[in-house]
T-cell receptor, first 110, second 111 residues
Framework: ETGVTQSPTHLIKTRGQQVTLRCSSQ?????VSWYQQALGQGPQFIFQ???????GRGNFPPRFSGLQFPNYSSELNVNALELDDSALYLC?????????FGSGTRLTVV | QKEVEQNSGPLSVPEGAIASLNCTYS??????FFWYRQYSGKSPELIMF????GDKEDGRFTAQLNKASQYVSLLIRDSQPSDSATYLC???????????FGKGTRLSVIA
């Protein structure tokens, strides 16, 4: 049990739809990062939030957006879903350099 | 050149042997290095991190850094079938965040 929880566990969406994924970080962890992991690949950095402000972004289009809330929870929103968005989405919270991942959300776009 | 590179494997070792996993990185200024283990269908689990000031041993795991050649190794002694997983190397892009991952090396320990 990592202390970082994600919901839902699995999700199936249709191309063009919108999706919101949720993450609850460990208390006191001010930094939360989101990663996309396609099958057979390493996790790819989407963006990061620190104290509710985005402070880093990877090479993902604007239709990937996020929020972080004062209670250490956060959201990843993806608009206009594409088939290539099918992946495992991972949330990671960090403190003092150690990153702890949640169990992930498996998104399938059909 | 990719920022973090790993041989995708699979690397097969017999039970009880030493498994050696390597990772090369491009940023000579990198100061910390992380190894994650990921079982099929699960999320990555941190098993070891080291700083640029030296190697680290934790139980059966040893992480070694070669700064001159810009690679970091993970050695697993007395390999067990339960060690069969994908091992991901990660290096922070700037400062301490965010992590840049390699593709991972799939390890198979044969009983």
């Amino acid at each position: 049990e990592t202390g970082v929880t994600q919901s839902p566990t699995h999700l199936i969406k249709t191309r063009g739809q919108q999706v919101t994924l949720r993450c609850s970080s460990q208390s006191g962890h001010n930094t939360v990062s989101w990663y996309q992991q396609a099958l057979g690949q390493g996790p790819q950095f989407i963006f990061q939030y620190y104290r509710e402000e985005e402070n880093g972004r990877g090479n993902f289009p604007p239709r990937f957006s996020g929020l972080q809330f004062p209670n250490y929870s956060s959201e990843l929103n993806v608009n206009a879903l594409e088939l290539d968005d099918s992946a495992l989405y991972l949330c990671a919270s960090s403190e003092a350099g150690g990153y702890t991942f949640g169990s992930g959300t498996r998104l399938t776009v059909v | 050149q990719k920022e973090v590179e790993q041989n995708s494997g699979p690397l097969s070792v017999p039970e009880g042997a030493i498994a050696s996993l390597n990772c090369t990185y491009s940023d000579r200024g990198s100061q910390s290095f992380f190894w994650y283990r990921q079982y099929s269908g699960k999320s990555p689990e941190l098993i070891m991190f080291i700083y640029s000031n030296g190697d680290k041993e934790d139980g059966r795991f040893t992480a070694q850094l070669n700064k001159a050649s810009q690679y970091v190794s993970l050695l697993i002694r007395d390999s067990q079938p339960s060690d069969s997983a994908t091992y991901l190397c990660a290096v922070p892009r700037s400062g301490n965040t965010p992590l840049v991952f390699g593709k991972g090396t799939r390890l198979s320990v044969i009983a």
